[in-house]
């Protein structure tokens, strides 16, 4: 089992739909909890993390963790096309490398 | 600030050139990283530097090496190259684990794309 696994999608939305995007892991190591977003032919950037278990919003988008199940969601609330583009889960241990997942192509249609 | 930079932007090389890309950044990071990224694979770590002077293996360092001689560049080599080192190359950066919280969080450079023929 690989520590990290995302949906390569595609997913195709239309303007305005509430979009979940999903990874697991299977390391219960794991303290940090990333989103990378990445537009085409461009470097990922980072969109938000958490540290630990819980809920951590900003503006249109939501960060979930459930250390129980091992599963983090990424939420995005009035999905816009401009949201088009590649969101990267991403992991890490107290210290050490980022573990990524393989990304879940995002489409908005308008 | 211009972040990471990395040059060239693209190159097309044929199988046994060897070829090296530079990285920049001017953000006085100490840690700097050397990814991968292919269709269906994600993105990969090759070697990454914890500061000037050092050198790790990543997950998929065969075939590559890197140099820190200076503290704002990371370099990576090709000394033969593959067909299976055609790639999109990435660089980041960070600060020192534990600076953000203990978040290690990475800047990127747009990429530089490889073709290996």
């Known amino acids: 089992q690989k520590e990290v696994e995302q949906d390569p999608g595609p997913l195709s939305v239309p303007e305005g739909a509430i979009v979940s995007l999903n990874c697991t892991y299977s390391?219960?190591?794991?303290?940090?909890f990333m989103w990378y977003r990445q537009y085409s032919r461009k470097g990922p950037e980072l969109l938000m993390y958490?540290?630990?278990?819980g809920n951590k919003e900003d503006g249109r988008f939501t960060a979930q963790v459930d250390k129980s199940s091992k599963y983090i969601s990424l939420f995005i609330r009035d999905s816009q096309p401009s949201d088009s583009a590649t969101y990267l889960c991403a992991m890490q241990r107290s210290q050490g490398n980022l573990i990524f997942g393989k990304g879940t192509k995002l489409s908005v249609k308008p | 600030n211009a972040g990471v930079t990395q040059t060239p932007k693209f190159r097309v090389l044929k199988t046994g050139q060897s070829m090296t890309l530079l990285c920049a950044q001017d953000?006085?990071?100490?840690?700097m990283y050397w990814y991968r990224q292919d269709p269906g694979m994600g993105l990969r770590l090759i070697h990454y530097?914890?500061?000037?002077?050092?050198?790790a293996k990543g997950e998929v360092p065969d075939g590559y090496n890197v140099s820190r001689l200076k503290k704002q560049n990371f370099l990576l080599g090709l000394e033969s190259a593959a067909p299976s080192q055609t790639s999109v190359y990435f660089c980041?950066?960070?600060?020192?684990?534990?600076?953000?919280?203990?978040?290690?969080?990475?800047?990127f450079g747009a990429g530089s794309r490889l073709t290996v023929l």
């Open positions: 958490t540290y630990s278990s």
């Open positions: 530097s914890v500061g000037e002077g050092t050198t």
């Open positions: 390391n219960s190591a794991f303290q940090y």
């Open positions: 953000m006085n990071h100490e840690y």
């Open positions: 980041a950066s960070s600060y020192q684990q534990g600076a953000h919280s203990g978040a290690n969080v990475l800047t």
